[in-house]
């Protein structure tokens, strides 16, 4: 299933982004700690490269993910040229102030009224860029919520006099033509749900935990897991749940089932897991995207 899902407002965002990294000095990537592969935006590299831009990349909502592995995201990314790499969860004050403090290091001539350090959040949508502003600027500024495209329109703000920070819409690419990368987007509510069939997504993720966290199925819903399908996970929470069809004869709800697991999924109900681990593949992957 490749997923497209460019709406109007993210070409014109394209656009404005492409001229803001034009005068700003770091670019803020937000990943979602649970996937950070998956959730960095190959257009958002080729803009940050076209302008020579150093990055950092925030691990955020990492208070969702396995802190073992965000470790292991982090020593990878760390070794790829002009970027560094924070985890962190946006809800805490304590945690928000490290970006700042990150992208100083990173662009250490701009630390002055005359020349402040200008920060750009970018990243796919529903990753907290907009929570994450909020929380430096410790007011409400920007608007955000439990879907994609929440944020329309670019908002820039000083933080104090040494440094300004620019909040931006949430950036998918064309054609995202990696199913799983485009499963993974939207397993974490990156994808309008108009673009995806949640029972797939909720199948391919119940996937995942089958393979990677087995035990969190059984502890949530109460059934046995062994020798059980993607498929088979999404019917067993129907009938555990009583997600019946009130025609067809009562059979089992599947879409009703599929959104159980997935907000259960999303809402961190079932335990801090990470979907995806820097084995080779990603490594060069990740790697050869910051030449
Ligand atoms: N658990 C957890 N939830 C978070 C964190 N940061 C943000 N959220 C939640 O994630 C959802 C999306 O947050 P936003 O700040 O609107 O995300 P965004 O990246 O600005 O989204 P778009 O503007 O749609 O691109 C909201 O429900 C936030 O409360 C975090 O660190 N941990
Ligand atoms: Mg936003």
Redesign the pocket.
């Given at each position: 299933m490749s997923i497209q899902w460019f709406p109007g407002h993210m070409n014109v965002a394209r656009k404005e982004a492409a001229k803001t990294i034009e005068v700003i000095d770091v670019i803020v990537e937000?990943l979602d700690?649970r996937i950070p592969n998956a959730s960095c935006n190959p257009l958002i590299q080729e803009l940050r490269l076209a302008r020579q831009r150093p990055s950092l990349k925030v691990l955020?909502?990492?208070?969702?993910a396995d802190p073992v592995v965000t470790q292991a995201w982090l020593d990878l990314l760390t070794r790829q040229p002009g970027v560094s790499a924070v985890a962190?969860?946006?809800?805490?004050a304590g945690?928000a102030v490290k970006v700042p403090q990150f992208c100083q290091l990173l662009a250490s001539h701009r630390n002055s009224n005359a020349k402040p350090l200008r920060m750009l959040?970018m990243?796919?949508?529903?990753?907290?860029?907009?929570?994450?502003?909020?929380m430096l600027l410790n007011r409400r500024v920007?608007?955000?919520?439990?879907?994609?495209?929440?944020?329309?329109i670019q908002q820039r703000h000083k933080l104090n006099d040494r440094m300004a920070i620019t909040?931006?819409?949430?950036?998918l690419w064309g054609t995202i033509k990696d199913p799983h990368v485009g499963l993974l987007l939207a397993t974490i509510?990156?994808v309008s749900h108009t673009a995806v069939d949640d029972e797939a997504v909720a199948e391919f993720l119940a996937g995942v935990l089958l393979a990677r966290y087995p035990a969190r199925l059984t502890a949530r819903y109460g059934f046995a897991v062994e020798k059980l399908t993607g498929t088979d996970v999404i019917d067993a929470i129907g009938k555990k749940r009583g997600c019946l069809l009130t025609r067809s004869g009562g059979g089992i709800d599947r879409d009703k089932a599929a959104r159980i697991l997935l907000s259960d999924y999303r809402?961190?109900t079932l335990g801090r897991t990470s979907l995806e681990t820097p084995d080779r593949r990603t490594e060069e992957h990740t790697l050869m995207a910051s030449v």
């Open positions: 937000v700690a955020n909502k990492a208070d969702l962190l969860s946006g809800h805490h945690d959040i990243g796919v949508p529903n990753v907290g860029k907009s929570t994450l502003m909020n920007a608007r955000v919520g439990d879907e994609p495209a929440v944020t329309k909040d931006s819409p949430g950036l509510n990156a809402n961190g």
